[in-house]
């Protein structure tokens, strides 16, 4: 019984963890990061703004773990897609085309991941994980260098070209600026390929 009873309170933490960095990610990609308060991430959550300090220290806490966690859904998402078997420029596309309809099914992530990106404050409170973060896609382009089939440029730099654009079209087309057909996300795609392949 007490296992039981133990095994709930830890579900609930973990849905009320998991409810606020929902609400977290909606309230930064309405208001930003300087006028989301814990306050209305709590109103959001429909949570106790004191109960949100049982699960982070502060704002910059829901912050840095909000990016950390889809970093890793992306690193998940990676995992699954990439094939060492088939050719390095037919794995790109297949990459390429699986995080643009990741953030397509939740337009506010590439907006979340903008604002973290071009905000050096945040940066510095997740900069050692987030670059563990970037591990698999840099240890992808380094092997396609090595191989010759990519440009010799920084993997810092081989990455803002090609997940850069996913994130502006996304963005873009939630504006209704641009349309995604499947046409035009294999154009879209070959663009980025061709920025970087040799």
């Known amino acids: 019984m007490q296992k039981e009873v133990t095994s709930s309170r830890k579900l609930k933490k973990a849905a009320k963890h998991s409810a606020i960095l929902n609400a977290a990610l909606g309230q930064i990609t309405m208001y930003g990061f300087h006028d989301t308060s814990i306050k209305r991430i709590a109103a959001s959550a429909q949570v106790s703004a004191g109960s949100i300090y049982n699960h982070f220290e502060n704002k910059e806490e829901v912050i840095k773990e909000l990016y950390l966690h889809i970093g890793n859904e992306i690193n998940t998402l990676i995992n699954a897609t990439h094939n060492s078997n088939i050719p390095f420029e037919e794995d790109f ?16 992530k590439p907006e979340f991941v903008t604002q973290f990106t071009y905000s050096p404050y945040i940066i510095s409170q997740a900069d050692n994980q987030a670059e563990e973060l970037l591990e698999p896609i840099q240890e992808i382009f380094t092997r396609a260098k090595e191989d010759g089939v990519i440009k010799n440029l920084s993997n810092a730099a081989l990455i803002a070209l090609s997940h850069s654009p996913i994130t502006s079209i996304v963005r873009m087309a939630n504006y209704g600026r641009l349309t995604i057909t499947d046409t035009e996300i294999e154009a ?11």
């Not at 879209?188 to 040799?198: R, S, T, V």
């Open 93 to 108: 596309f297949n990459i390429w085309k699986a995080i643009l309809k990741f953030y397509i099914n939740d337009p506010r």
């Open 188 to 198: 879209y795609a070959q663009a980025c390929w061709d920025a970087i392949k040799l």
